[in-house]
């Protein structure tokens, strides 16, 4: 008799659905599922397949289309300058920072479920954190790339760190623009680490069951010679904590220092002390709805839905949802104190931004953030697969234009209606756009074909198998 | 389930407060009228002064019992498992904003008189300067000006109807939790279950309304006595406050319990050490962060509309309050708070929970008390400015101030310790009172 025929006896019944709300009784967040080597099978025969599901193929073939489109259009523009972009005098800013600020808010999911959940011991974060963490990564290499082009002279990009030279040349320390540099760049390079760290007993896993020479020297390399012995998990789980702690502080640092860009310059509708955590409740309200984009196709795809289950959508449901008050909150202080201030200025940015030329880009904002997030009250709606799919698609429109209307609207008309201006973008500014989709989406999908998708070790440290003194059925 | 939640006797019985907190509520109310009493007298021959003395001391009180509500509505809207053991503190601290607002009266007396006086004396504008209009456009009329033009807000009347919506949504609120909780206590397994779930429901609800009527009543009660003066985060900097005060007095009571032995068989350094850490990353941080972005984009933005409120806290004595507010509020604590066995023995615990009390006292002292100079604006540079209030004084030795602590602080404690004499101190029959139980960190 096999140990899990023994353990379904013993249990006397297979969770299936585990979105029910008993005080008292915590949910199952693995389902069907009562074996640690059931896990173990799921998710690395993802990676040992063969083939991947045609649909990898159909989607990695445009990503790729898209990044060769990115690729055109960021030659074009050295090759050109930056005028091939819809950017004028007042708006010097549009869709480049837009695209910054909106790329390294997506990368803000990742870190949170990674480090301020592990630190909150919300188990059900194991079965979205390692594809949330690869998620960020790839968003902040996104992110990365628009600052980084948008420079004009791309050739002395270096210029961006404080390098010691001849010249004496500084950058200006007093400028939130590098701070900006050093925030990203630490946050890249923690989140990178953070997420290495938490795979290296996967990897080992799969450096041990991998059948072919390549698998089994790529694998061994990057797995470090994990041998799973006591002494190692007991410095692993260590290490984790620490680097959960220090990693903490950057989920709020790094998108504070991005609203800083806006927010320490005097221009109405940008410098707003509300901004730090009205920016960071942003962050973390897009890069859920991205996960959520992400974990309906994949976990459909991949067949993970024991792991990624109904519960764990609805949780991310339920945090879009606060994250969305939140900025729904920020939106109308901002809107208040406007008024409250009694200050000109103030009062025609905001005005400006709701009934000026830019209307329309307010009310996507307004309601893709905080009208249709509210059906995420009702449970139905929580649980529903093409309702929260699309929604998550909703939010993500109404971040983007969140940044857009934040920038232009604010950069289009200020104090001298003599210098008042517009924004219409070229096509090098949409193709660049969408081609980062297509840069995002080409690394993705290779991190779900290659790498373990779910923390398989963290996740059988949940199951009720792991727990010695669970609760013994009669 | 685990060994210790097998073994522990959950009767409601054995973690009820009984005759000594029962006593301790006595001479706390004895402590409080003595001092409010004593403080009446000093004080009454500055009444403006003292009425801005005790609005001060009233928002201290009024946060304490506010972070007990937004600790329940946290802990139940999370479905938290650690903390029903130390959650019942918490819900009779919170229980207090059902009559909390009797401490408002005396501003409606306040401004009964003044009407009734016709301005002469004290009157509502002798603290909010946007109560009396005329006077304030006699003497500095841009001012007034800016006030005329917000008024639809700032006026008496919607003043004190917004004041009653805050009191009767804290109220309702605290009612809710503390009932429903006690409840438990007597309530069949099945019904404990109907009102946890129920709680958890109002929970959410109950968190909107509480960030908007603490952010409202912020800017009521603390931001528009500088009416010019504005800021999109100053709700979130005193719902972060709230979080420093509440949460360092829901620790202490829980610790001064357990040194009764009240609530020892059930409260372990895991849940002290939890509580530690919920103080250092809101009390601490999370306030910190909050200060700190409002302070550093007001000082880089540089504008003269803005900049006034904080050269009102950086001239004179002022200006020291501000630095100890840096050092005792948050670089002082976060090195002392951060180690873990600071957190798990009951005396660093507690002198953690004392000091961050005292420093959110300070600073409720520093939002309310300094009063930016009319002539602000009229100093060329910044240092002529400094040197001419230069011998200002934060005046935050004066004995009044701590009487009337001594006396707000009293009742909030006699009535908290009344409640818990008579009904268990630990939510025995939570839910998940066994996860609690047997909860260890990692």
Known sequence: MSSSQIDVRNRGFIDTDNTGDTPGRRATLVLNMHRFHDVTQQVCRIAEAKRAPVAWYVAFAISLAMVSMLGFCVLYLFFTGVGVWGLNNPVMWAFDITNFVFWVGIGHAGTLISAILFLFRQKWRTGINRFAEAMTIFAVICAGLFPGIHVGRVWLVYWLFPIPNQMELWPQFRSPLLWDVFAVSTYFTVSAVFWYVGMIPDLATLRDRAKGRIQQMAYGLFSLGWRGSMRHWHRYEVAYLLLAALATPLVLSVHSVVSFDFAVSQLPGWHTTIFPPYFVAGAIFSGFAMVVTLAVPARELFGLKDLITLRHLDNMNKIILVTGCMVGYAYSMEFFIAWYSGALYEKFAFMNRAFGQYWWAYLIMVSCNVITPQLFWFKRMRTSIPIMFVLSLVVNIGMWFERYVIIVSSLANDFLPTSWGGFIPTWVDICTMTGAFGLFGVCFLLFCRYLPMVALAEIKAIMPEADPHREHPQ | ?442
Request: hydrophobic share 55%; aromatic share 16%; charged share 15%.
């Open chain 2, 1 to 442: 389930m685990s060994h210790a939640a097998e073994k522990t006797d959950l009767t409601p019985s054995r973690f009820v407060g009984g005759e000594i907190l029962a006593r301790y509520s006595r001479m706390a109310l004895a402590v409080a009228v003595v001092a409010l009493g004593l403080a009446v007298w000093l004080g009454w021959k500055d009444p403006a002064y003292f009425a801005r003395q005790y609005l001060m001391n009233f928002v201290f009180v009024l946060s304490l019992a506010l972070g007990g509500l937004l600790f329940c509505l946290i802990q139940q809207l999370t479905r938290s498992g650690w903390s029903a053991v130390v959650r019942r503190p918490a819900e009779a601290l919170a229980a207090n904003l059902q009559w909390i607002w009797i401490l408002f009266l005396p501003f409606v007396g306040i401004w009964l008189w003044g009407r009734a006086h016709d301005g002469h004396g004290l009157s509502l504008a002798s603290i909010w300067p946007w109560a009396d209009l005329a006077s304030m456009g006699e003497h500095d009329p841009a001012e007034a000006h800016i006030i005329a033009a917000k008024s639809g807000y700032l006026n008496d009347r919607f003043f004190f109807i917004r004041a009653a919506i805050y009191f009767i949504v804290w109220g309702s609120l605290a009612r809710v939790f503390f009932r429903g909780s006690v409840a438990q206590d007597t309530a069949s397994p099945e019904e404990c279950v109907r009102i946890t779930a129920r709680l958890s429901r109002t929970a959410a609800a109950g968190i909107i309304l509480f960030g908007l009527t603490t952010t409202f009543a912020a800017f009521d009660w603390i931001m528009s006595l500088s009416p010019a003066w504005f800021s999109t985060m100053f709700g979130v900097y005193f719902f972060a406050a709230t979080c420093t005060g509440g949460y360092s007095l829901i620790t202490l009571i829980v610790l001064k319990l357990r040194h009764l032995g009240i609530n020892r068989a059930v409260v372990s350094e895991e849940h002290l050490q939890d509580l530690g850490k919920m103080i250092f990353a809101f009390g601490v941080v999370f306030w910190a962060y909050i200060a700190f972005s409002q302070y550093m984009l007001i000082w880089y933005g540089n504008i003269p509309e803005e900049t006034t409120w904080f050269l009102a806290r950086q001239v004179g004595g002022w200006g020291t309050v501000s630095i100890a507010l840096l050092f005792g509020h948050f670089i002082i604590p976060f090195v002392f708070l951060i180690s873990r066995w600071i957190k798990r023995w009951t005396f660093t615990l507690a002198v953690g929970c004392v000091w961050m009390l005292a420093f959110h006292w300070i600073d409720m002292y520093w939002l309310i008390m300094p009063v930016i100079p009319a002539d602000v604006g009229s100093y060329a540079t910044y240092n002529e400015f400094a040197s001419a209030y230069a011998d200002t004084a934060s005046r935050i030795g004066n004995p009044v101030n701590f009487l009337l602590l001594l006396g707000l602080m009293g009742l909030l404690a006699s009535s908290t310790m009344r409640r818990l004499s008579t009904k268990s101190v630990v939510c025995v029959h939570d839910p998940r009172i066994n996860e609690s139980l047997s909860f260890q960190n990692i």
